[in-house]
C-alpha cells in the first residue's frame, strides 16, 4: 500500500503521540483518523495506553472507504457507518494494508518491538513506545 507510510508518518504518529500524553490519566484513549483524496480515504483506528513508567502501547487497525465507487452505484458518498468498526459501524479492517501502516508506525515512534500480531480478534496491531516520542 503505497500511501501507508505517509498516513503512517505524517498522521497516525502526531496522533499516536497525542493518545499517548492523554493517557497520562491512567485511561486508554482512541481515535478514528482519515487520510485521503478524492477517490478514497483511509481511516486508522488508535488506542493508546501507559504500559509501564516511561512505556505506552499504541494499536492500529487500518480500513479502506472507496468513494469514487460509492459514487459510482448510488450516487452518494459513503455512509457514516463505513467509517467505524463494528460495533458502531461496518467497516472491515484491511489486515495488509494494516500491517504495513503499523510497520511504519513502528518506525515513527521508535518502537520497542515490532507490531504484534492482533490476538483479540478486533485486528489492531500492537506495538510497545517508549512515551517521550521524539518528533
Known amino acids: 500500500m503505497v500511501y501507508a507510510e ?3 508518518r505524517f498522521t497516525l504518529a502526531p496522533a499516536a503521540r497525542e493518545l ?3 493517557a497520562a490519566d491512567g485511561e486508554e484513549h ?8 478524492d477517490d478514497f480515504t483511509l481511516y486508522a483506528h488508535l488506542r493508546a495506553r501507559r504500559t509501564a513508567p516511561g512505556q505506552g502501547e499504541v494499536g492500529v487497525v487500518c480500513w479502506i472507504v472507496s468513494i469514487d465507487l460509492a459514487r459510482f452505484f448510488g450516487s452518494t458518498p459513503p455512509a ?3 467509517t467505524r468498526l463494528p460495533p458502531e459501524g461496518t467497516a472491515v479492517p484491511d489486515g495488509a494494508f494494516t500491517i504495513e501502516a503499523a510497520r511504519h508506525l513502528a518506525a515513527s515512534l521508535n ?3 515490532g507490531p504484534r500480531s492482533a490476538t483479540n480478534g478486533d485486528g489492531h496491531r500492537t506495538m510497545t513506545v517508549p512515551v517521550d516520542v521524539p518528533e
Not at 482512541?30 to 483524496?37: D, K, L, N, V
Open 80 to 82: 457514516e457507518h463505513e
Open 111 to 113: 518502537a520497542l518491538d
Open 20 to 22: 499517548l500524553r492523554l
Open 30 to 37: 482512541s481515535a478514528t483518523i482519515p487520510y485521503g483524496g
Open 6 to 8: 505517509g498516513m503512517a
